[in-house]
């Protein structure tokens, strides 16, 4: 019933049973008012997912701790075009942290640093978590990390598109016990589009940034494994991986 409900009646009430983020956590998030002195002291976080034309948009998700603010939707745009106006955002707004999909994004990751703006972090989605024994991969540990924020953090209210995205994505479990998250191209099969909206969101959570100089980029790029262009090192994340960093 709660499918039928969710996808065919296109209610955004109903939530599936193996869905990660529950639709009733959304709404409370929507719903939530936040003080100033909630999140202005924190670093401004931003997500972005790339897309390059089709039916995909580029979004851009900006955060400050326990608030995420109205995101930025990119449509029509190529990778340089795209990596002109990310710069722009940049200069205008300072965030600590930008954390871009590696999948689609490296022409504009490499437009980036080329133009140097080292905030600018890659993450591989389809690559090794952090917390391997638990999630299939980062994809899985960020959707999830986003959805335990969801219990105190705030939403924008006027943006239907990132709420609606947020419950979408599926979950089972692999062979190893290890949380596994729809696929994106399973997604857009069953309902039509990428929850790109999502997607934004949950990079915002690709890793903790304080502001101060305990967590610097450098402490943010060395947990990911992220070599001095800018780019994942997986060799260098099998010998963390086997020194049991």
Same mark, same amino acid.
């Given at each position: 019933p709660n499918k039928f409900e969710q996808e065919y009646m296109c209610s955004f009430e109903a939530s599936n049973d193996d869905t990660l983020i529950p639709t009733s956590r959304v709404i409370a998030a929507r719903q939530r008012v936040l003080l100033p002195e909630d999140y202005e002291n924190s670093p401004l976080v931003c997500g972005v997912d790339i897309a390059r034309f089709g039916g995909d948009n580029t979004v851009l998700q900006p955060r400050r701790g326990r608030r995420m603010f109205h995101p930025v939707e990119l449509a029509g745009l190529d990778n340089m075009a795209v990596a002109d106006r990310l710069a722009a955002y940049i200069e205008t707004n300072r965030p600590k942290a930008m954390f871009i999909d590696a999948g689609r994004g490296e022409g504009v990751i490499d437009r980036l640093h080329r133009l140097g703006y080292n905030q @600018? $972090?890659?993450? *591989?989605?389809?690559g090794v978590?952090?917390?391997?024994?638990?999630?299939?991969? %980062?994809?899985?540990? @960020?959707?999830?990390?986003?959805?335990?924020?969801?219990?105190?953090?705030? &939403? *924008?209210?006027?943006?239907? =598109?990132?709420?609606?995205? /947020? *419950? &979408?994505?599926?979950?089972?479990?692999?062979?190893?016990?290890?949380? !596994? /998250?729809?696929?994106?191209?399973? &997604?857009?099969?069953?309902i039509g589009r990428?929850?790109?909206?999502?997607?934004? #969101?949950? =990079?915002?959570? #690709?890793?903790? @940034?304080?502001?101060? #100089?305990?967590?610097? =980029?450098?402490? $943010?790029?060395? %947990?990911?494994? $992220?070599?001095?262009?800018?780019r994942y090192d997986s060799t260098q994340a099998y010998k963390n991986? !086997? %020194?049991?960093?």
């Open positions: @600018v $972090i890659e993450d *591989p989605f389809n978590a952090l917390n391997e024994s638990k999630y299939a991969n %980062r994809r899985a540990e @960020v959707w999830d990390t986003m959805g335990t924020w969801l219990k105190t953090g705030s &939403i *924008p209210n006027d943006n239907p =598109l990132l709420a609606m995205d /947020l *419950p &979408i994505p599926l979950y089972e479990y692999d062979g190893k016990g290890r949380i !596994k /998250l729809e696929s994106k191209k399973d &997604i857009k099969a069953r990428s929850p790109d909206f999502g997607d934004a #969101a949950a =990079l915002t959570f #690709a890793s903790p @940034v304080k502001d101060d #100089a305990s967590d610097s =980029l450098q402490t $943010i790029r060395n %947990r990911h494994n $992220i070599n001095a262009n800018g991986r !086997k %020194r049991g960093r």
